[in-house]
Structure formats: structure tokens, C-alpha cells
């Protein structure tokens, strides 16, 4: 499967985005790494250019909410992208903030998966078993 992945906005956390990179590749997949400081739209250019299945987007900083708010937007902008997965996952929030209040607010905002503090193996795992879920169904 292909992966379009990155760093959202003002966000510079290489590290954290080539931890990320090499994550997905060990497990298989085709990844298409946009780097730090990405626009959103430049997240969903690539997604049509590469015709990705998943479009991971990564916030360290926290500030990822000023960003996400034109997802929805976008993807009816991007029709091609109907079927694609919508994830996100880091440090969705500045300052303090609970997964019970952060996870409802961004899939509002489009994302079909949103992993707020969540170990990026863990993360993976839960792209893997959604993965798997919406194949059968």
C-alpha cells in the first residue's frame, strides 16, 4: 500500500518524521515522505499524485488543529481521494488536553483515524487492524 506522510505546517520534528518513514517501510509499505513544514494541501497533491491509499499526517508541536481544520474542505475538493485513509497522529493539542475530547474533534475534521500521544508502533498497529476491518466489511 502506498502512504503519503509528513509533518504538518509550522512543525519541524525531523526526527520524529524519519523514525516514522523508516517504520512504514519496514513494514512494507510504499512511502512517500513530504518531510517537515507541509502544507495541507501539499499533503493531498501528493496523495492524487502518487494515488496513496493512506494519508498520514504527523504533528509534534501541537498546533496540527490549525491545519486540520480544512480537511474536509480539501477532500471534497479532491474527489479522487474518496477511499483513501484520513490519519493523524502526535501531539495533537498545545498545552493539555485528553484523547476523549481531541479524538472526536479531528474525525469531525475528516480524519478517519486520530492517534493523540499514541506510541507510533501502536499507531501502526491500529492503521494495520483498520486496515484489515474495512477490507472485509
Given at each position: 500500500?502506498?502512504v503519503?506522510t509528513?509533518v504538518?505546517?509550522?512543525?519541524i520534528?525531523?526526527?520524529?518524521?524519519?523514525?516514522?518513514?523508516?517504520s512504514?517501510?519496514?513494514?512494507?509499505?510504499?512511502?512517500?515522505?513530504?518531510?517537515?513544514n507541509?502544507?495541507?494541501?501539499e499533503?493531498?497533491?501528493?496523495?492524487?499524485?502518487?494515488?496513496?491509499?493512506?494519508l498520514?499526517?504527523s504533528?509534534?508541536?501541537g498546533?496540527?488543529e490549525?491545519?486540520?481544520?480544512?480537511?474536509?474542505?480539501?477532500?471534497?475538493?479532491y474527489?479522487?481521494l474518496?477511499n483513501?485513509?484520513?490519519?493523524?497522529?502526535?501531539n495533537?493539542?498545545?498545552?493539555?488536553?485528553n484523547?476523549?475530547?481531541?479524538?472526536?474533534?479531528?474525525?469531525?475534521?475528516?480524519f478517519?483515524?486520530?492517534c493523540?500521544q499514541?506510541?507510533l508502533?501502536t499507531?501502526?498497529?491500529?492503521?494495520?487492524?483498520y486496515i484489515?476491518?474495512?477490507k472485509?466489511?
Amino acid at each position: 500500500m502506498k502512504v503519503v506522510t509528513g509533518v504538518v505546517g509550522n512543525d519541524i520534528h525531523v526526527v520524529a518524521n524519519r523514525l516514522m518513514d523508516l517504520s512504514l517501510n519496514a513494514r512494507g509499505y510504499e512511502v512517500f515522505n513530504l518531510g517537515v513544514n507541509t502544507y495541507l494541501e501539499e499533503f493531498f497533491d501528493a496523495a492524487v499524485e502518487t494515488g496513496a491509499d493512506i494519508l498520514l499526517i504527523s504533528s509534534l508541536n501541537g498546533e496540527a488543529e490549525g491545519w486540520s481544520r480544512e480537511v474536509k474542505l480539501l477532500k471534497a475538493k479532491y474527489k479522487t481521494l474518496d477511499n483513501i485513509i484520513m490519519m493523524i497522529g502526535g501531539n495533537l493539542t498545545v498545552g493539555s488536553g485528553n484523547a476523549e475530547d481531541i479524538i472526536p474533534r479531528y474525525k469531525n475534521y475528516g480524519f478517519d483515524m486520530v492517534c493523540h500521544q499514541v506510541n507510533l508502533n501502536t499507531g501502526l498497529d491500529m492503521l494495520e487492524a483498520y486496515i484489515k476491518e474495512h477490507k472485509t466489511s
